[in-house]
């Protein structure tokens, strides 16, 4: 199984934290956030390699965090992958990563996808138990427990069996507070999906449109996700995420 953190966006309403930082290497509590991300994952069955996506800018600085994460905690391989966009205005969008770095890495294997930015409380493990129990694409979920919050997320309808059953994108008047986020499983044999969906010429930013173009298509899948979940998104929330982590 392969692993693949999302990176290569550059953070704007960050400035100036963000210009000669990617988002995913600001320290939250004392450690970049990343490590947050892949600290959770690492124990997931079967987990084999880890790419990181990122752009011309910080490829550099992922490439040493890489290289210190390995020798320090995981035994893993680690590929830093430079998407070649060097702005927001020639970036490819986090759907036209994952396709670029499964044709230029020649994947076939399934393959789990996470932002860079998301940050867990608790050990992911069991999300890859499920996925490898399970041949269909799934969804990380959680209920963010507003409807003012869910308004920014895409927000999941599902049925008694966990499956997706709708999936709208930042609505205004959101249905409940249950929310898609940025951590999925694709099986190999949906990886061709991804092509498809950029062929059809969709947008190819924000990773939850592929799900939902993908959900009326196949079967999609939902996972809870367990404890806390934080998306830093503001300088806001970045201070709120060091306070709350700080004590976890």
């Given at each position: 199984?392969?692993?693949?953190?999302?990176?290569?966006?550059?953070a704007?309403?960050?400035?100036?934290?963000?210009?000669t930082?990617?988002?995913?290497?600001?320290?939250?509590?004392?450690?970049?956030?990343?490590?947050?991300?892949l600290?959770n994952?690492?124990?997931?069955?079967g987990l084999?390699?880890?790419?990181?996506v990122?752009?011309?800018?910080?490829?550099?600085?992922?490439?040493?965090w890489?290289d210190?994460?390995r020798?320090?905690?995981?035994?893993?391989e680690?590929?830093?992958i430079?998407?070649?966009s060097?702005?927001?205005?020639?970036?490819?969008g986090?759907?036209?990563d994952?396709?670029?770095?499964i044709?230029?890495e020649?994947?076939d294997?399934?393959l789990?996808v996470v932002?860079g930015?998301n940050l867990f409380?608790?050990s992911?493990s069991?999300?890859?138990?499920?996925?490898k129990?399970?041949?269909?694409?799934?969804l990380?979920?959680?209920?963010v427990?507003?409807?003012?919050?869910?308004?920014?997320?895409?927000?999941v309808?599902?049925d008694a069996?966990?499956?997706?059953?709708?999936?709208?994108?930042?609505?205004a008047?959101p249905?409940?507070t249950l929310i898609?986020?940025a951590?999925?499983y694709?099986p190999k044999?949906?990886?061709?999906?991804?092509r498809?969906y950029i062929a059809?010429?969709?947008?190819?930013?924000?990773?939850?449109?592929?799900?939902?173009?993908i959900y009326?298509?196949?079967?999609?899948?939902?996972?809870r996700?367990?404890?806390?979940?934080?998306?830093?998104?503001?300088?806001e929330t970045?201070?709120?995420a060091?306070?709350?982590?700080?004590?976890?």
């Amino acid at each position: 199984m392969n692993l693949l953190i999302l990176a290569a966006g550059y953070a704007t309403r960050l400035y100036p934290l963000t210009l000669t930082q990617p988002k995913p290497l600001l320290p939250v509590a004392g450690k970049p956030m990343v490590d947050h991300v892949l600290d959770n994952m690492a124990g997931l069955p079967g987990l084999n390699r880890v790419l990181i996506v990122t752009n011309n800018k910080f490829a550099s600085h992922f490439q040493q965090w890489a290289d210190a994460y390995r020798a320090s905690k995981a035994k893993l391989e680690f590929t830093v992958i430079n998407d070649g966009s060097t702005s927001d205005a020639d970036k490819l969008g986090a759907i036209g990563d994952i396709q670029f770095v499964i044709d230029r890495e020649k994947l076939d294997d399934d393959l789990i996808v996470v932002a860079g930015d998301n940050l867990f409380s608790q050990s992911l493990s069991e999300f890859g138990a499920f996925c490898k129990g399970h041949d269909d694409v799934v969804l990380g979920v959680h209920d963010v427990g507003s409807i003012d919050q869910a308004k920014k997320y895409g927000v999941v309808d599902v049925d008694a069996d966990g499956l997706v059953t709708s999936f709208v994108e930042k609505p205004a008047q959101p249905a409940s507070t249950l929310i898609g986020i940025a951590l999925y499983y694709y099986p190999k044999r949906y990886l061709g999906l991804v092509r498809q969906y950029i062929a059809e010429g969709n947008n190819p930013d924000q990773p939850g449109r592929l799900i939902q173009w993908i959900y009326p298509r196949q079967t999609v899948r939902s996972w809870r996700i367990p404890g806390i979940w934080y998306d830093i998104g503001s300088k806001e929330t970045l201070e709120e995420a060091n306070r709350l982590f700080a004590k976890l």
